[in-house]
């Protein structure tokens, strides 16, 4: 789990905070279709804050939570040039110390397949169903086996950053025999005149749909949508490459 440190200032330049934009412009939608309106929102694994902040922008009172303390920091000082009250606090996902205080609970962007066993899926799911008042909304992604062992290894070698400043390149593989698929970054980062290279390795997990609706039911969670397409919402075929769900908390 010792992941998003050195590659944090990565992270926040390139193009993955897009994503949790893109979740905040499809959120309300969702939202109504399930005649939800949260006035309290934990966004889990919640990177540099983009998503938590969009919400906060929106008269939502946001918290955000995350492992990765640098990840963290960036989060802060993002939430105090955008003029938003916002708690980020450092813990873990499979151990949440929140009990019904959200209206909604969210985790996207992959962060549940960095758990790398369905108990720590179920110890994540059972943190999100205690943070939840009665009724309450967990909503998250994941991404699928297939897309761990097919969309990813269709580019294994790729540079996804390449400026004046800063170069970030990915090496991907894939354990059939563990569903287990490893991520190599190395990144160069120009710092007034010298350049600093980090190197980290992301391990992350692939679920089966039946493993992740086991660790969804026996958290006290009752599902109630799953897409393979967010936008169509849609149910999942054999080449998704993505999962969503929508769960409520059980009374």
Same mark, same amino acid.
């Not at 926040?12 to 399930?34: Q, T």
């Given at each position: 789990?010792?992941?998003?440190?050195?590659?944090?200032?990565?992270?926040?330049?390139?193009?993955?905070?897009?994503?949790?934009?893109?979740?905040?412009?499809?959120?309300?939608?969702?939202?109504? +279709?399930?005649?939800?309106?949260?006035?309290?929102?934990?966004?889990?694994?919640?990177?540099?804050?983009?998503?938590?902040?969009?919400?906060?922008?929106?008269?939502?009172?946001?918290?955000?939570?995350?492992?990765?303390?640098?990840?963290?920091?960036?989060?802060?000082?993002?939430?105090?040039?955008?003029?938003?009250?916002?708690?980020?606090?450092?813990?873990?996902?499979?151990?949440?110390?929140?009990?019904?205080?959200?209206?909604?609970?969210?985790?996207?962007?992959?962060?549940?397949?960095?758990?790398?066993?369905?108990?720590?899926?179920?110890?994540?799911?059972?943190?999100?169903?205690?943070?939840?008042?009665?009724?309450?909304?967990?909503?998250?992604?994941?991404?699928?086996?297939?897309?761990?062992?097919?969309?990813?290894?269709?580019?294994?070698?790729?540079?996804?950053?390449?400026?004046?400043?800063?170069?970030?390149?990915?090496? +991907?593989?894939?354990?059939?025999?563990?569903?287990?698929?490893?991520?190599?970054?190395?990144?160069?980062?120009?710092?007034?005149?010298?350049?600093?290279?980090?190197?980290?390795?992301?391990?992350?997990?692939?679920?089966?749909?039946?493993?992740?609706?086991?660790?969804?039911?026996?958290?006290?969670?009752?599902?109630?949508?799953?897409?393979?397409?967010?936008? +169509?919402?849609?149910?999942?075929?054999?080449?998704?490459?993505?999962?969503?769900?929508?769960?409520?908390?059980?009374?």
């Amino acid at each position: 789990m010792n992941t998003y440190q050195s590659f944090a200032p990565f992270y926040a330049r390139g193009p993955y905070p897009d994503y949790s934009l893109r979740m905040a412009e499809l959120l309300p939608e969702i939202l109504n +279709k399930f005649r939800a309106s949260p006035s309290t929102i934990l966004d889990m694994a919640c990177g540099e804050g983009s998503f938590a902040i969009a919400m906060a922008k929106r008269g939502i009172q946001a918290t955000g939570v995350d492992l990765s303390l640098p990840m963290l920091q960036i989060a802060k000082e993002k939430a105090k040039e955008e003029q938003v009250e916002i708690r980020f606090i450092n813990q873990d996902l499979r151990s949440l110390s929140f009990k019904s205080e959200f209206d909604l609970v969210t985790c996207w962007y992959d962060s549940l397949n960095y758990l790398l066993t369905t108990e720590d899926l179920l110890g994540a799911f059972s943190g999100a169903s205690r943070a939840l008042k009665d009724d309450g909304l967990f909503i998250f992604d994941l991404n699928t086996i297939y897309a761990l062992s097919v969309i990813w290894q269709q580019e294994p070698c790729a540079i996804e950053q390449d400026l004046p400043d800063i170069l970030e390149i990915h090496r +991907k593989s894939f354990d059939n025999d563990t569903n287990n698929a490893t991520l190599k970054i190395t990144g160069l980062l120009k710092e007034q005149e010298s350049w600093k290279r980090i190197d980290e390795t992301h391990i992350v997990h692939g679920f089966t749909l039946d493993e992740i609706r086991e660790c969804v039911e026996r958290a006290g969670l009752n599902e109630i949508a799953c897409w393979g397409s967010i936008l +169509k919402m849609t149910e999942p075929v054999s080449d998704s490459g993505k999962v969503w769900f929508v769960t409520r908390k059980r009374v």
